[in-house]
C-alpha cells in the first residue's frame, strides 16, 4: 500500500540531545513538508521540499533541520537550539507543490522533552 | 499574509444532530480550500476539499461550499454520529511563491454522544 510513514511514533529527548525524525514516503511525490502541532493550534510549517537537494524553510525553522538526498525520505533533525520542542510532527508529501494538490499526511511523531 | 479563521470550539452535539462548523479565510489570489480530520493520536485525514469558487466539496455526507464573496468554507453534515468525533482542520493552499504550503486554522474539537 502507498503512503507516508514515520518513525518512531514516540520520541523522548534529554536537555542538549539532537534527534532526528523519520518521514518515508512511496507515493512518488516530489513535494515534502514538515509541520508542527501544539495543544489547541493548527499546524505550522517547519521546511519543505519540492526537489531532491533542495529545501526551503518555513515558518518556524529555527532549532530545526532536514536534508532531501533521496525523492522518498525527508528526515527532520530536532536539535538543541530548540527551546521548546515537544509537540507532535507530522509529515506530508504531494504530486507537485500547486494549489488544487491535496497534502497526504503521516501519522506523526510525539517528542517530549525530559 | 494568508489567515484561516475556524469557530470557537469544542462543540458537543448528539448523535443525529445537524453540524456546522465555520471557516473564513483571508487570501490573496485563488487558494483552493481544504478541510482535513484528526482522530486522536493520529495524523490528518483529507476530508474534502475545493479548488475554485462556487465548487462545492462533499465525503461521508459532509459538505462545504467555497464562497468567494463572503470568502468562507464551511463545513456541514446533516446527521452526525459518534464516529464523527474527531478535530477538523480547515486549511487554504495558495498556489504562487506561496510554495503550496496549507495554512491551517486553530481546529475545531468535535463530540458526539450517543
Same mark, same amino acid.
Request: with cysteine.
Given at each position: ?14 536537555? /542538549? ?45 529555527? /532549532? ?10 525527508? %528526515? ?8 521548546? %520542542? ?8 504531494? %504530486? ?9 499526511? /503521516? ?8 | ?48 476539499? *475545493? ?12 459538505? *462545504? ?20 468525533? *474527531?478535530?477538523? !482542520? ?13 495554512? !491551517? ?10
Amino acid at each position: 500500500d502507498g503512503g507516508i510513514t514515520q518513525s518512531p511514533k514516540y520520541l523522548f529527548r534529554k536537555e /542538549g540531545q539532537n534527534v532526528t525524525l523519520s518521514c518515508e514516503q512511496n507515493l512518488n511525490h516530489d513535494a515534502m513538508y514538515w509541520y508542527r502541532q501544539d495543544p489547541g493550534q493548527g499546524l505550522r510549517l517547519i521546511y519543505y521540499s519540492q526537489i531532491v537537494n533542495d529545501f526551503q524553510k518555513g515558518d518556524i525553522a529555527e /532549532g530545526y533541520s532536514v536534508s532531501r538526498e533521496k525523492k522518498e525520505s525527508f %528526515p527532520l533533525t530536532v536539535t538543541s537550539a530548540q527551546k521548546n %520542542p515537544t509537540a507532535f510532527y507530522l509529515c506530508a508529501s504531494s %504530486p507537485l507543490a500547486e494549489s488544487y494538490n491535496e497534502q497526504f499526511f /503521516g501519522p506523526g511523531t510525539r517528542l517530549t522533552v525530559l | 499574509g494568508d489567515s484561516v479563521t475556524q469557530m470557537e470550539g469544542p462543540v458537543t452535539l448528539s448523535e443525529e444532530a445537524f453540524l456546522t462548523i465555520n471557516c473564513t479565510y483571508t487570501a490573496t489570489g485563488y487558494p483552493s480550500l481544504f478541510w482535513y480530520v484528526q482522530y486522536p493520536g493520529e495524523g490528518l485525514q483529507l476530508l474534502l476539499k *475545493a479548488t475554485k469558487a462556487d465548487d462545492k466539496g462533499s465525503n461521508k455526507g459532509f459538505e *462545504a461550499t467555497y464562497r468567494k464573496e463572503t470568502t468562507s468554507f464551511h463545513l456541514e453534515k446533516g446527521s452526525v454520529q459518534v464516529s464523527d468525533s *474527531a478535530v477538523y !482542520f480547515c486549511a487554504l493552499r495558495a498556489g504562487g511563491t506561496s510554495y503550496g504550503k496549507l495554512t !491551517f486554522g486553530q481546529g475545531t474539537i468535535l463530540t458526539v454522544h450517543p
